[in-house]
C-alpha cells in the first residue's frame, strides 16, 4: 500500500502532466511538510522548482503583457483605460508577491 508521500508526489506528477501547476505546487508543499522525516529526494525537490516556476513564470508573462498594454494606452491617452490595467497588473502583482512569499 502507498504511503501518504507516496501519493502526494503521485498526485504532483498528475498534476505536472495536466499544467495544474497550482494543484502540484500545493501536492509538494506536503510533501515538505513531511520533510522532518526524510529529506526531498532529488525528484522531489525538481517536482517543487518546476512548480513554482511555472507559477511564477505565468504570472510574470501576464505582467509583462499588462505593462505592456498599458504603456500603449498611456501613449493614446486613454486614462480610464491605464487605470483599468493599472488597477489589474496590480492584482498581479499581489499574487506574485503570494507565490514569491511562500
Known amino acids: ?4 508521500r507516496e501519493l502526494a508526489l503521485f498526485s504532483a506528477k498528475i498534476s505536472e502532466q495536466a499544467e495544474r501547476y497550482q494543484d ?3 501536492e509538494m508543499r506536503v510533501i515538505a511538510s513531511m520533510a522532518g ?9 525538481n ?7 511555472n507559477l511564477v ?4 508573462a501576464s505582467w ?9 494606452e498611456v501613449a493614446k491617452g486613454n486614462e480610464k483605460r491605464v487605470s483599468l490595467i493599472q488597477k489589474y497588473r496590480g492584482s ?11
Open 37 to 45: 522525516e526524510q529529506e526531498l529526494s532529488v525528484e522531489e525537490r
Open 57 to 60: 513564470g505565468a504570472r510574470r
Open 1 to 4: 500500500m502507498a504511503t501518504p
Open 92 to 102: 498581479v502583482e499581489k499574487e506574485l508577491d503570494n507565490v514569491c512569499g511562500e
Open 47 to 53: 517536482l517543487l522548482s518546476v512548480g513554482y516556476k
Open 24 to 26: 502540484m505546487v500545493n
Open 64 to 72: 509583462r503583457i499588462l505593462q505592456s498594454v498599458e504603456q500603449s
